[in-house]
């Protein structure tokens, strides 16, 4: 199964809150090139399509 590398690029200063609340489900925290593995997910990718204008993401295969 797939991986994907999510990236935080972007600041949140200014942001709704609800997308504050998606990047911490994710496992991001508040600094900008914080990085975290999350499972290729239908869950995880719905999540990261709400908040893709902030991160950058890359499949990782193992």
């Known amino acids: 199964m797939a991986n994907l590398k ?3 690029r972007r600041s949140l200063i200014g ?21 975290v593995v999350v499972p290729d997910t239908d869950a995880n990718r719905k999540s990261i399509k709400h908040v893709e204008h902030l991160v950058e993401v890359e499949e990782i295969t193992e």
């Open 15 to 35: 942001r709704p809150e609800k997308q504050h609340r998606v990047l911490q489900s994710l496992g991001l925290g508040k600094k900008i090139n914080s990085s």
């Open 6 to 8: 999510v990236t935080l």
